[in-house]
């Protein structure tokens, strides 16, 4: 439970002769004494004894002013760490008593945990939506936010993250006992820049760079893409939002579009915090399919059984759903089985390995 | 309040591409002398143009680690950064000689000191002998002294020992030769190695004939580049014929046509990169205290255990 300490009242009484209000507490001292103030109402004209004695019949109150109280704080810290625990829409008394327990928020695959610290102070932990549930001592525990710098680096199977803000996020680790400024920093850590960036567009400030001003920004190599928009409509673009940017590949919720006047068809996603233009990977692949794009369709002939024309079609669906390693090796009922895949290929390549015998360029 | 960011490439493939960057950040952080140390990359996360608003200073110095000037600080590195009035005349360099501009990144509001690369800096010259140190294990390798703790006699040899410092050549950008050539110069300079030369990627004098242009029965080899990656531990050890395969690793040193060849990796994973970070910034007005001598007492060749993490090839 909260107590108030003699810190914090001296704390109050100190800043009641600028005025103190904070989610529904108001000290102000005035020419007839103190005045205090909660939504369950008001005493005035009290010596500041009595301002000492309201106060700690009121700790919920005076610890949450005392906590928000600290002014080198960042501005988009404190909107971050008040988010967390729904300062804004939920009244003291019932935030403290959720607080007791723990409150949940959820950031990316992050699950982060509030408590109440000593001196109304809260403490955080985070570790992987996947493991909320885990008893703390299954998982590495870690104390610097610095350290989620290996966590992020690799996903469950060992592989490469290029892109930080993918659901792919490595379970088995937490982050406890941080203080507001360290739990911001491991958040910045797994998702960089995404707490300032959700900040910017709270405030309606987000500097958002569509597709078309960020491929003509490009030089060097990437330079190219610009001839991709060729003025004959955005569908190239639908594609590879729905290819790079869609929920199941990446958590930010897009917010760019085609450009200023003309949005994509595709859904920007549900996350929490936004995506401001399209990304380094993103540029690189559009670099690619710049390219590959410049082909034009030809008329092949092949010989498929249905069954095959449904195989093919069930290999780029378990390729594009990256669940290619989950059909078990027996599995020959998937078309995207390896046998299945092999058996294909046996009696559909020729020697060269073309497909029906057929030559790529004829 | 000031505060130091470290722009670096990084990469969507290999993920130690940014491990020196990670590194050195730990090293200025632990120093004390910037209220924060953020990294920014090309390639991953933060990129440059999300980097410069998570930082609450609003005086910045922007470090790139790069090892020329070229396309990268002087078109991408900018621009991304939104320092609209940049041009190529703010650094007033011959291509190896710029030290900082203060400029305003205007999505933020914010100053920021971009300094030049810090593969040009003349600390860079310190950084590559330490790293022959490093690879060899020999605090003195080089110096012709007869002193019993030069661990020269390791090496079978009477002491002489070469120097290659290695790099693109020209085709990629011209600066990149010329930072090469102004390190080999100023390393022949102070008479250590018995032979110093610049050697190249894809230009004469090649690499890959690296026992023709020495004398020395010992090589110390030293590629010019911020991290390990195809490059550093793919192309130049196989071109040297350290190894026939990259993936089989090799010796340090090993043996090519008679010469022992010690090959050291990208220089930017020496720890002493650290100092030369702090140079820039210190040049460009940051307040560093003596966090340079800190640094470079830290980051000191330990002497007989050191050069282990080099050379040994990537293995995988
Ligand atoms: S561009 Fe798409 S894939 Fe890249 S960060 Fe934004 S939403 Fe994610």
């Known amino acids: 439970m909260t107590d108030v300490n003699d810190r914090q009242v001296d704390a109050l009484v100190a800043a009641a002769d600028d005025g103190v209000d904070c989610d529904g507490l108001r000290v102000r001292r005035g020419e007839d004494g103190y005045r205090f103030e909660t939504p369950d109402g008001a005493e005035t004209g009290l010596e500041e004894s009595a301002l000492r004695s309201v106060a700690a019949e009121n700790p919920w109150f005076v610890s949450n002013w005392y906590c928000w109280r600290e002014v080198d704080r960042p501005e988009v810290e404190t909107a971050f ?81 290029p892109l930080k803000t993918a659901p792919t996020l490595q379970t088995g680790w937490a982050l406890l006992d941080l203080d507001g400024r360290s739990l911001v920093r491991a958040v910045d850590v797994v998702y960089p820049a995404t707490v300032t960036n959700w900040h910017l567009e709270r405030q309606g400030e987000l500097d958002v760079s569509h597709w078309r001003e960020t491929m003509e920004r490009q030089t060097g190599i990437y330079g190219v893409i610009r001839t991709w928009d060729r003025g004959e409509g955005y569908e190239h673009v639908n594609w590879v939002a729905e290819a790079c940017c869609d929920d199941s590949q990446c958590l930010k919720r897009r917010e760019w579009e085609y450009d200023d006047d003309t949005d994509l068809d595709v859904d920007g996603g549900d996350g929490a915090f936004p995506c401001r233009e399209p990304c380094s990977l993103v ?5 690619q399919w710049t390219k590959l794009e410049g082909e034009q369709p030809q008329t092949y002939e092949f010989e498929l059984t249905p069954s095959e024309k449904e195989q093919v079609e069930a290999i780029i669906d378990t390729v594009a759903d990256g669940e290619a390693g989950e059909i078990r090796e027996a599995d020959v009922y998937e078309g995207a089985n390896r046998y299945r895949a092999r058996f294909l290929r046996a009696k559909r390549f020729d020697e060269e390995g073309r497909l029906g015998g057929v030559s790529t360029d004829d | 309040m000031q505060s130091l960011v470290i722009v670096a490439h990084g990469s969507h493939l290999n ?8 590194d050195h950040a730990d090293t200025v952080r632990e120093a004390g002398v ?10 991953e996360e933060p990129s440059f143009r999300e ?22 600080t002087e078109q991408v590195i900018p621009r991304e950064l939104r320092l609209d009035d940049w041009d190529e005349e703010a650094w007033d ?19 920021v000191h971009y300094c030049g690369p810090v593969g040009t800096h003349d600390a860079m010259s310190d950084v590559i002998v330490r790293r022959a140190e490093t690879v060899t294990g020999d605090p003195d390798v080089g110096e012709r002294s007869d002193s019993p703790n030069s661990r020269a006699s390791r090496t079978e040899s009477d002491g002489e020992v070469g120097l ?31 032979e110093v030369r610049a050697l190249f990627m894809d230009e004469d004098p090649e690499v890959d004939d690296v026992t023709d242009f020495f004398e020395s029965d010992d090589i110390v080899v030293v590629p010019l580049f911020v991290a390990d990656g195809y490059h550093t531990q793919e192309d130049i050890p196989e071109d040297m014929g350290l190894t026939d395969d990259y993936r089989t690793g090799w010796e340090t040193p090993a043996e090519v046509d008679g010469h022992d060849v010690w090959y050291a990796g990208a220089v930017g994973t020496e720890a002493l990169m650290a100092e030369v970070i702090l140079e820039r910034a210190a040049e460009a007005g940051a307040d560093v205290g003596d966090a340079v001598e800190t640094v470079r007492r830290r ?18």
């Open chain 1, 283 to 287: 540029v690189a692949a559009a670099r």
């Open chain 1, 81 to 161: 760490l008040r988010w967390l625990e729904s300062a804004d829409d939920r009244s003291v008394p019932d935030r403290y008593e959720a607080l007791a327990d723990g409150v949940e928020a959820s950031w990316g695959e992050l699950a982060v945990e509030v408590a109440l610290g000593g001196d109304g102070r809260r403490t955080y932990a985070v570790r992987h939506e996947e493991d909320a549930d885990r008893p703390v001592g299954e998982l590495e525990v870690y104390a610097d936010p610095l350290s989620a710098r290996e966590l992020v680096t690799y996903d469950d199977r060992g592989r490469y993250r």
């Open chain 2, 15 to 22: 993920p130690d591409a940014s491990t020196p960057t990670y």
């Open chain 2, 51 to 72: 980097a410069l608003r998570t930082v609450q200073a609003e005086e910045v110095y922007v470090v790139p680690l790069f090892i020329s000037e070229g396309y990268f």
């Open chain 2, 299 to 316: 980051t000191r060749v330990a002497g007989t255990d050191a050069g282990t993490g080099a050379g040994a090839g990537t293995g995988d």
């Open chain 2, 34 to 43: 910037f209220d924060e140390v953020r990294t920014a990359f090309w390639k």
């Open chain 2, 93 to 111: 360099s011959d291509g190896t000689s710029a030290t900082h501009a203060t400029l305003e990144a205007t999505d933020v509001g914010k100053t």
């Open chain 2, 164 to 194: 290659a410092v290695v790099g693109h050549g020209t085709e990629r950008n011209e600066n990149s030769a010329k930072a090469i050539e102004y390190h080999a110069d100023r390393i022949a300079d102070r008479d250590r190695f018995e």
